[in-house]
T-cell receptor, first 117, second 116 residues
Framework: GAVVSQHPSRVICKSGTSVKIECRSL??????MFWYRQFPKQSLMLMAT?????????EQGVEKDKFLINHASLTLSTLTVTSAHPEDSSFYIC?????????????FGPGTRLTVT | AQSVAQPEDQVNVAEGNPLTVKCTYS??????LFWYVQYPNRGLQFLLK??????LVKGSYGFEAEFNKSQTSFHLKKPSALVSDSALYFC??????????????FGTGTQLKVEL
């Protein structure tokens, strides 16, 4: 149980275009979803936290107009990288957490490798 | 503020030998502690967690970790390493007192390399 999927697994886009990444909880309802960014050989940096039906909370230094997050349902959150630039190239990982059952761990998706050319 | 330190960038161990990956933490209140493993170009897989109760926590794939409050440590251990254990390991903490907004803070990761 507790499977989180991401789509696409990898994407290449041209500079200036927008890219949407989907994160789905397949067998549970995710009241909270998180988006992380990971640079090569580095740790995960939290970008934003989203609760279903409300606006995402962004970490300091993360541009909310550039990284649009939508959490419209209990099983789906999307991250849209708008007007992408080469410096946005990274590995983006989502995670999901349910508020039920006293479970405290986050379940992570497999990640999306974004390359902006 | 909560923080996690993984002092070793890389740990090398021979297959069959015990392994330890170190983690220390800092929180204002009581911690929730986690270990995750990441294989190349993959997301994180949950290994184990400490919430409360026994200080020795057993997790997936034969891994275990010991919560030591006085030393603020949560080292990951395995009695006998396998080559397939080679991966990147992350320790993470969530501060119960502040809630942290459900946020996990990750360490910088430790690359484990198990050799024949």
């Amino acid at each position: 149980g507790a499977v989180v999927s991401q789509h696409p697994s990898r994407v290449i886009c041209k500079s200036g275009t927008s890219v949407k990444i989907e994160c789905r909880s397949l067998d549970f309802q995710a009241t909270t979803m998180f988006w992380y960014r990971q640079f090569p050989k580095q740790s995960l940096m939290l970008m934003a936290t989203s609760n279903e039906g409300s606006k995402a909370t962004y970490e300091q230094g993360v541009e909310k107009d550039k990284f649009l997050i939508n959490h419209a349902s209990l099983t789906l959150s999307t991250l849209t990288v708008t007007s992408a630039h080469p410096e946005d190239s990274s590995f983006y990982i989502c995670s999901a957490r349910t508020s039920s059952g006293g479970s405290y761990e986050q379940y992570f998706g497999p990640g999306t490798r974004l390359t902006v050319t | 503020a909560q923080s996690v330190a993984q002092p070793e960038d890389q740990v090398n161990v021979a297959e069959g030998n015990p392994l330890t990956v170190k983690c220390t933490y800092s929180v204002s209140g009581n911690p929730y502690l986690f270990w995750y493993v990441q294989y190349p170009n993959r997301g994180l897989q949950f290994l184990l967690k400490y919430i409360t109760g026994d200080n020795l926590v057993k997790g997936s794939y034969g891994f275990e970790a010991e919560f030591n409050k006085s030393q603020t440590s949560f080292h990951l251990k395995k009695p006998s390493a396998l080559v397939s254990d080679s991966a990147l390991y992350f320790c993470a903490v969530r501060d119960i007192l502040t809630g942290g907004g459900n946020k996990l803070t990750f360490g910088t990761g430790t690359q484990l390399k198990v050799e024949l």
